[in-house]
């Protein structure tokens, strides 16, 4: 998730890095509207061509691609597995495609779009909600926080799971689960303060 979220970013000059992001952003809330509305497994195939042009066009690496395809492919085969079984084969092959394509339009967006592009976009699309008594720029800053924390704790993860595994737990829940979110809220305790020192979150 954290590659399809922050890690993918191809700097380039193709005609999609050059789009502005709300540009962007609405290209693929359209996009991804019409997969969902439109229920036709003909339509389909060409909804996942498009996308495949989408990211050829963005010059996507297959790498990229790949790591980004097996990020839903687990979620797609189970899915389609279920409406195979309630609705039949054309149902199924539908569902499996359609996810495909939803994925790889995120990956065009996120090859196209720095996480800083995407920040200031977001800090100047909540400037009307001053009106409301929201700060844009914490909502920017919140947005920033998240996406780059998103490494963090997958590495925290894994490194709470290899632990684990090391003293021969890693079938026992708590043994994983209690150190993983102890070390979530210390980490947060700890960005938290460096805020703070900053002066950051201060009335």
Do not use: C
Request: glycine fraction near 8%; proline fraction near 4%.
């Amino acid at each position: 998730m954290s590659d399809l979220m922050a890690g993918l970013h191809q700097p380039g000059d193709t005609f999609l890095h050059r789009l502005p992001v709300g540009a962007k952003v609405l290209g693929l809330a359209a996009l991804s509207l019409a997969i969902v509305v439109v229920r036709d497994a003909r339509a389909a195939f060409v909804f996942l061509a498009v996308t495949l042009l989408l990211a050829a066009l963005a010059r996507v690496p297959l790498r990229s691609v790949w790591r980004a395809a097996r990020g839903v492919l687990l979620i797609a085969v189970v899915a389609s597995a279920f409406q195979w079984w309630w609705y039949g084969g054309a149902k199924a092959v539908e569902t499996f495609l359609d996810l495909l394509s939803l994925g790889l339009a995120a990956l065009s967006l996120t090859a196209t779009t720095s996480v800083d592009e995407m920040v200031d976009a977001l800090a100047r699309w909540a400037r009307p909600l001053r009106f409301v008594g929201v700060d844009p720029d914490r909502v920017a800053l919140t947005v920033a926080l998240t996406i780059g924390a998103l490494p963090g704790t997958i590495a925290i993860a894994r490194e709470t799971r290899d632990a684990a595994r090391a003293r021969g737990l890693d079938r026992n829940p708590r043994a994983y689960l209690s150190p993983f979110v102890i070390r979530l809220v210390a980490r947060a305790h700890e960005s938290g303060d460096a805020l703070h020192a900053r002066g950051i979150g201060d009335d």
